[in-house]
């Protein structure tokens, strides 16, 4: 009785057992692995709605890889998709640096003593000296003079100066009492000192003795020399003998040497003598290149007359015009040709220039 219960037992158990096998689904190969890129997986979202009905939910819900597909990571859209923004004029590139930078070369402005006359400070730089002659003469009456001038900067604010004149030629009859017009060439007997101080760039103020060896007589020279630079081409400037005053005898002359055998001869016969002048002169500069400057001059010349009131005394107008050449830094050489009284067409005559710096 156990042995038949035993075998129904087995009997129902491998019959349930095979019915629940023939029901299981048939087990799926996994997909071939792909040799190239994979695209992208279809929706297929109805069929696997269809299959999770079929019966396959619980493989879904146990987590079957089978059963979705994996949706592709996609970059974010660049801000100008039409490029709207984009500007020629300013390229992006790896660096700031171009492959052909252009290379702007600094201004350099030339150093020491200008060659420009235009440029030219009032006073001399520390240790540099001029010399300088400048031989001139008026037709009628005929009068010619000329002067070594020599001026040595001190420092760059200051500066000494030495005058000799040398030589002058005049008409005797230029000298009363004498009636001769036979023209005559005297030495000169005339020195001058004088000693200039910059202020400014612009102004300096300037302090002179003229002196004659014989007989002893001096005076004094007081000048405020100006000068004025725009854009570098042009020039105004000034008042360089401003004032000059007799202290002993009569006030020398170191621009005619003429004047001062007047004063020698005012002196032996006793005639009043000229307190001194009053001079307001005035230049203008104009720099055609850098070695080329056209100067001109013009002003007024008043004598002071004689303390006592009687002696000459009144004003002339001098006007005067020419070029200077400066082949070299240290080397100037020019002339000019004007009037030395507009009042008198006589005064007319020519002056040269020569200058040595070192």
């Keep these: 009785m156990s042995l038949r219960r035993l075998i129904s037992v087995l009997g129902v158990t491998v019959f349930a057992t095979s019915a629940l096998v023939a029901a299981a689904p048939a087990k799926k190969k996994a997909p071939a692995k792909p040799s190239g890129p994979v695209a992208p997986a279809k929706d297929t979202g109805s069929a696997a709605g269809g299959a999770a009905g079929g019966g396959s939910g619980s493989a879904a819900g146990g987590g079957d890889a089978s059963g979705s597909a994996v949706q ?33 070369a600094p201004v350099v402005k030339p150093t020491g003593y200008p060659i420009q006359e235009v440029l030219r400070p009032i006073t001399l730089p520390q240790n540099m000296s001029e010399i300088s002659i400048a031989p001139h003469l008026q037709f009628s009456p005929f009068l010619a003079s000329d002067a070594i001038h020599v ?46 101080v910059l202020l400014q760039n612009w102004l300096a ?26 854009a570098d081409k042009f020039a105004i400037g000034g008042l ?55 100067i001109g001059r013009i002003g007024l010349d008043s004598n002071l007359g ?24 240290y080397f100037d050489i020019g002339g000019q040709l004007g009037w030395d009284d507009l009042s008198t067409l006589g005064t007319f005559g020519p002056q040269l220039f020569l200058a040595l710096r070192i």
């Excluded at 004003?315 to 005067?320: M, N, R």
Aim: glycine share 10%.
């Design 72 to 104: 592709p990571i996609e970059d974010t859209p660049p801000s100008d998709m039409n490029g709207v923004n984009e500007n020629p004029d300013n390229p992006h590139a790896m660096t700031n640096q171009s492959d052909n930078p252009k290379v702007v």
């Design 151 to 196: 001026r040595y900067g001190i420092t760059s604010k200051v500066q000494i100066g030495l005058t000799y004149a040398y030589f002058g030629g005049y008409e005797a009859d230029v000298v009363p009492p004498t009636t001769s017009s036979k023209i005559g060439f005297h030495s000169g007997k005339t020195f001058g000192i004088d000693v200039t």
């Design 205 to 230: 103020v300037r302090v002179g003795v003229p002196l004659f060896i014989s007989p002893v007589a001096f005076g004094l020279q007081i000048g405020a020399p100006i000068k004025f630079v725009f």
């Design 240 to 294: 360089d003998d401003l004032l000059t005053l007799r202290l002993s005898k009569f006030a020398p002359s170191l621009y005619q040497e003429a004047y001062n055998a007047i004063g020698k001869q005012n002196e032996t016969t006793n005639t009043q003598q000229s307190d001194g002048h009053l001079r307001f002169s005035f230049y203008g500069e104009y720099q055609h290149d850098d070695k080329l400057a056209i």
């Design 306 to 329: 004689a303390s006592s009131g009687v002696g000459n005394s009144g004003t002339q107008t001098f006007i005067k015009a020419g070029v200077q050449y400066s082949p070299r830094k």
